[in-house]
């Protein structure tokens, strides 16, 4: 079964995320949420697979604001994105960090999702080699990629289905793994994307808020 993640970002509120938790409760076995961190232990304690949209490299520590692999945890998250392309871009998380991240995450056995993703204009194999060699180093267990063009992201710009085959295809020659793949995913396309036959899943924003959309692309998917 393909894996289907949802990721809100900074959006819905507390009665919002009440009235999802109800209205996928159909689907909860279908997909992994990944809310504000704030209601992660809503979709928990209403038994949904449940992951964080960032972490911190570190257990414990004076880190004002910041959440540990330790803590996510403990609470009973199962998954964590880390280096998704607005933690790199807006907030300046480098390679270096995201290392860090995806090593301290892994050591509290969380299962992680690493985003990486091209820009226009720039060399697509070029820069993904170096975000997965640089993101992973010295880290031998299993983590799943999320593959995300950034033009494509809340855009409504999908790069065609061969070409996201040939991405998700390199990135498999370099690390054997699941990718999923993002960027503007909705119910118009879904048919489309899932004719990849190498793609393992998908990482969905925008679309991830109303849920008539997410049981539309769900009732495709599995």
């Given at each position: 079964m393909k894996i289907v993640v949802l990721n809100h970002k900074m959006n819905l509120n507390y009665e919002e995320i009440k009235k999802y938790i109800k209205?996928?409760?159909?689907?909860?076995?279908?997909?992994?949420?990944?809310p504000s961190s704030i209601y992660a232990g809503k979709f928990i304690d209403n038994n949904y697979k449940t992951g964080l949209q960032n972490?911190?490299?570190?257990?414990?520590?004076?880190?004002?604001?910041?959440?540990?692999?330790?803590?996510?945890?403990?609470?009973?998250?199962?998954?964590?994105?880390?280096?998704?392309?607005?933690?790199?871009?807006i907030f300046k998380e480098d390679d270096e960090l995201i290392n860090k991240k995806v090593k301290s995450a892994l050591k509290n056995n969380l299962k992680v999702?690493?985003?990486i993703g091209?820009?226009?204009?720039?060399?697509?194999?070029?820069a993904l080699l170096k975000q997965i060699t640089n993101d992973l180093k010295y880290i031998n267990e299993d983590v799943i990629i999320a593959y995300e063009p950034v033009y494509a992201i809340g855009t409504g710009q999908v790069p065609s289905v061969q070409d996201i085959e040939k991405r998700i295809t390199y990135i498999k020659s370099l690390v054997n793994t699941k990718v999923l793949y993002g960027g503007s995913i909705n119910?118009?396309?879904?048919?489309?994307?899932?004719?990849?036959?190498?793609?393992?899943?998908?990482?969905?924003?925008?679309?991830?808020?109303?849920?008539?959309?997410?049981?539309?692309?769900?009732?495709?998917?599995?």
């Open positions: 209205a996928l409760e159909n689907y909860k076995d279908k997909v992994v949420i990944m972490i911190y490299c570190e257990d414990k520590g004076m880190f004002t604001g910041e959440i540990s692999p330790m803590q996510a945890k403990s609470l009973g998250i199962k998954y964590v994105l880390i280096g998704h392309s607005e933690r790199r871009n999702i690493l985003c091209d820009n226009l204009n720039e060399n697509i194999n070029e119910s118009n396309n879904i048919k489309e994307l899932n004719k990849i036959s190498n793609l393992d899943g998908y990482l969905i924003g925008s679309s991830s808020l109303d849920i008539e959309e997410v049981i539309k692309i769900l009732e495709v998917v599995v």
